[in-house]
Each structure stands twice: as C-alpha cells, then as structure tokens.
Nanobody, 131 residues
C-alpha cells in the first residue's frame, strides 16, 4: 500500500512559479513510476508529467513542455513538479499518481492515451493562476 500526499499548491500570478511536492509512504517508492495529472473545473483529468524509477526518463504533456519539470528523490520518497511561467490555463487541482508501469497507456500516456488506471492517487492540491 502506498499513500500519496501532495503539497505546495496555491495562488500565483501569471508568469510566476510554484513547486509541488508529493510525499509517499511505504518502502517501495523507488519501484513506482511517479506522475502528475491535473483536472480543471468542468474538464476531464489530464496527464501532466511522469518519471521512471530513477528519474532518468521523463515525459510531459505538450502543454507544459519547457515550463514544467518533474523530478524525484528516492531517499526522501518524494516526487516534485517545478512549474515555471505559469498561465491561467494551468489552473487546476493537481494530483500525484504512482504506478508500477511507466510505459504503455495504463496510467501514463507514453504509448497511447492514458486510461488513468494508476495504482495509487493522492488527494490533490489546488493551483490557481491569476491573470
């Protein structure tokens, strides 16, 4: 069992930055691919970024490439999402996810649309970007 707790959300002006953190419980954190999804009001949840066991492989949605960076610290059981050059359209609840599989489409859309069948989900943290 893995529990995920996100933090770091808040209100920021357009062009600003935030860093989200997701702390995971359990001793098998390093065996999970970690990722971030987001859901804006009235919209479906969408993939943002994912990284493999060591953090060496990373994937991003086109909408955040060049602005967001995902990273992980296995010693701290934590995954991060550094968000720069934020836009009002980045406003959403951001969810941390953990899945044993990085490739494919079960959780992360590395080879096809995500089916959102991730093993574990966090409770979400609100990010609001004002214009």
């Amino acid at each position: 069992q893995v529990q995920l707790v996100e933090s770091g959300g808040g209100l920021v002006q357009a062009g600003g930055s935030l860093r989200l953190s997701c702390a995971a419980s359990g001793r098998t954190f390093s065996r999970y691919a970690m990722g971030w999804f987001r859901q804006a009001p009235g919209k479906e949840r969408e993939f943002v970024a994912a990284t493999g066991w060591t953090g060496g492989s990373t994937y991003y949605a086109d909408s955040v490439k060049g602005r967001f960076t995902i990273s992980r610290d296995n010693a701290k059981n934590t995954v991060y999402l550094q968000m720069n050059s934020l836009k009002p359209e980045d406003t959403a609840v951001y969810y941390c996810a953990a899945d044993r599989i990085l490739y494919g489409s079960r959780c992360y859309p590395t080879s096809g649309p995500s089916r959102s069948l991730c093993d574990y989900w966090g409770q979400g943290t609100q990010v609001t970007v004002s214009s």
